[in-house]
T-cell receptor
Framework: SQTIHQWPATLVQPVGSPLSLECTVEGTSNPNLYWYRQAAGRGLQLLFYSVGIGQISSEVPQNLSASRPQDRQFILSSKKLLLSDSGFYLC???????????FGPGTRLLVL | SQQGEEDPQALSIQEGENATMNCSYKTSINNLQWYRQNSGRGLVHLILIRSNEREKHSGRLRVTLDTSKKSSSLLITASRAADTASYFCATDAWGYGQNFVFGPGTRLSVLP
């Protein structure tokens, strides 16, 4: 069966510090991978998606970047965090022709 | 403008009552999905309904889709306190490529 992992679960970082959030998927090959941000009490904003290794599409201009160094690994990064980067970050995967997304447990990021 | 939008934004009911949430969207879709999110957790897929289907059931869940009105409803029958969560609809709309577009969600509170 497939599983998706995200870490860390919670992160408190000062403004201007770097960020690296990791997401890995097990039990499937060549998944589509997604990073979302969710503000408190709000819906999901798609940040990045990837259909293969090294292929990243960005949905919104922002202070963040994403990379996919391996088939089942998706990393969200920032060189210098802003206060506005605080939020709940969710990683998800779907099969290439799939209709359903499967979400990780999320990372709560607080930038102070 | 948002592709998917749920209403009401918040709903509070007593245990045993039925809960109905609605979702409206703007463009043509292949399918529409409903997800559930417990506070501070990832999203869990509940049910998918295709554009050529009008109604679908899964346990205590009933989903309808009216493509002429570009709307869907999620009915939870005989609600339980454990149903307390946020519910999101998501569409994979034409023109959005491999992406899914989520609404802002309905926060359901089921009071014991």
């Amino acid at each position: 069966s497939q599983t998706i992992h995200q870490w860390p679960a919670t992160l408190v970082q000062p403004v201007g510090s770097p960020l690296s959030l990791e997401c890995t998927v097990e039990g499937t090959s060549n998944p589509n991978l997604y990073w979302y941000r969710q503000a408190a009490g709000r819906g999901l904003q798609l940040l990045f998606y990837s259909v293969g290794i090294g292929q990243i599409s960005s949905e919104v201009p922002q202070n963040l970047s994403a990379s996919r160094p391996q088939d089942r690994q998706f990393i969200l990064s920032s060189k210098k965090l802003l206060l506005s980067d605080s939020g709940f970050y969710l990683c998800a995967w779907a099969t290439g022709g799939g209709e359903t997304q499967y979400f990780g447990p999320g990372t709560r990021l607080l930038v102070l | 403008s948002q592709q998917g939008e749920e209403d009401p934004q918040a709903l509070s009911i007593q245990e045993g009552e039925n809960a109905t949430m609605n979702c409206s969207y703007k463009t043509s879709i292949n399918n529409l999905q409903w997800y559930r999110q417990n506070s501070g957790r990832g999203l869990v897929h509940l049910i998918l309904i295709r554009s050529n289907e009008r109604e679908k059931h899964s346990g205590r869940l009933r989903v309808t889709l009216d493509t002429s009105k570009k709307s869907s409803s999620l009915l939870i029958t005989a609600s339980r306190a454990a149903d307390t969560a946020s519910y999101f609809c998501a569409t994979d709309a034409w023109g959005y490529g491999q992406n899914f577009v989520f609404g802002p969600g309905t926060r359901l509170s089921v009071l014991p």
